[in-house]
């Protein structure tokens, strides 16, 4: 399958830690990459390659995969973290596939 | 700074075309792989389709929804991306996006445009 499967919806309170889960075939084989976007934005990557951060992100986000299961984790949210979190990876033709995406809350 | 900035979205007829174009700054664009994705409003990312770069074979792929519909091409003389749709349908209806892939030394980042918007309504 091509196919990249994330929970709609998460919340964390503000400081805490929170996990964001992506599962998907192509996980098994390629690295995916988390991108952040806040309404009314375009998507940002925050997370690619095996665990790596783009210059400007912080280092509060994390990433890592297990088997066909990668993460993006946030330790320590803020409130500026809310926002939707697409992960995105290539199949096994190339192909770009993304996640359904998780609006993660900081309360 | 790498920089892609969508232009020529708008509002077109069902059964219409419209010609999108992402002009690139900040990177070698002739060695570029370039991707279209969309996002339908309140929605999540779709990708569109890919072109390689001319030293890789130049060649095009697309998404079951666009492919015989949507066709991307590049200048590189310009430094710019398209995207040609026709037989628009308003499932197209979209923010459509120009990305790009940039070898960061361990892994790959993706880089965005802020979107250009096609409406397609009668």
């Known amino acids: 399958s091509s196919e990249l499967t994330q929970d709609p919806a998460v919340s964390v309170a503000l400081g805490q830690t929170v996990r964001i889960t992506c599962q998907g075939d192509s996980l098994r084989s390629y690295y995916p990459s988390w991108n952040q976007q806040k309404p009314g934005q375009a998507p940002v990557v925050v997370i690619y390659g095996k665990s790596s951060r783009p210059s400007g992100i912080p280092d509060r986000f994390s990433g890592s995969r297990s088997g066909n299961t990668a993460s993006l984790t946030i330790t320590g949210a803020q409130a500026e973290d809310e926002a939707d979190y697409y992960c995105?990876?290539?199949?096994?033709?190339?192909?770009?596939?993304f996640g359904g995406g998780t609006k993660l809350t900081v309360l | 700074e790498v920089q892609v900035v969508e232009s020529g979205g708008g509002l077109v007829k069902p059964g219409g075309s419209l010609r999108l174009s992402c002009e690139a700054s900040?990177?070698?664009?002739?060695?570029?792989?370039m991707n279209w994705v969309r996002q339908v409003p309140g929605k999540g990312l779709e990708w569109v389709g890919r072109?390689?770069?001319?030293?890789?074979?130049?060649?095009?792929d697309y998404a079951a929804p666009v492919k015989g519909r949507f066709t991307i091409s590049r200048d590189d003389s310009k430094n710019t991306l398209y995207l040609q749709m026709n037989s628009l349908k308003t499932d197209d209806t979209a923010v459509y996006y120009c990305?790009?892939?940039?070898?960061?030394?361990?892994?790959?980042?993706?880089?965005w445009g802020r979107g250009t918007l096609v409406t397609v309504s009668s």
């Open positions: 995105s990876s290539r199949d096994s033709s190339g192909h770009w596939v």
């Open positions: 072109i390689k770069s001319e030293t890789d074979g130049g060649t095009t």
């Open positions: 990305t790009t892939g940039i070898w960061a030394g361990d892994g790959t980042v993706d880089y």
């Open positions: 900040g990177f070698t664009f002739t060695k570029a792989w």
